[in-house]
């Protein structure tokens, strides 16, 4: 079965930059379209980015369309999200999600636990 764990989180100054690493540790995740999501206190849950299965396809919400980068490894059965010129604005838990379809869309099946995301002015 999918079992998603992100890491990568942490600490940060505006401007800076973390790679998000979102992995799997159950059944392969090469075949699913995969999604960054995020969700700061008080707010609801925000789509950020997302993947198709070979990697070809990616869409980005407008706010961080230029600074963050999803890109994967199914060799690895790894996701990544590179954030770049990071701004308090993105302080928030990022989770990874896999939906058992090849493409990006509504609805996704598994979820990771989230890993904290503090960027400071």
């Known amino acids: 079965q999918v079992q998603l764990v992100e890491s990568g989180g942490g600490l940060v100054q505006a401007g800076g930059s973390l790679r998000l690493t979102c992995a799997d540790s159950g059944r392969t995740l090469s075949s699913y379209a995969v999604g960054w999501f995020r969700q700061a206190p008080g707010k609801e849950r925000e789509f950020v980015a997302g993947i198709n299965w070979s990697g070809g396809t990616t869409y980005y919400t407008a706010s961080v369309k230029g600074r963050f980068t999803i890109s994967r490894d199914n060799a690895a059965d790894t996701v990544y999200l590179q954030m770049n010129s990071l701004k308090p604005k993105d302080t928030a838990v990022y989770f990874c999600?896999?939906?058992?379809?090849?493409?990006?869309?509504?609805?996704?099946?598994?979820w990771g636990q989230g890993t904290q995301v503090t960027v400071s002015s």
């Open positions: 999600a896999a939906r058992e379809k090849l493409m990006p869309g509504p609805g996704y099946d598994y």
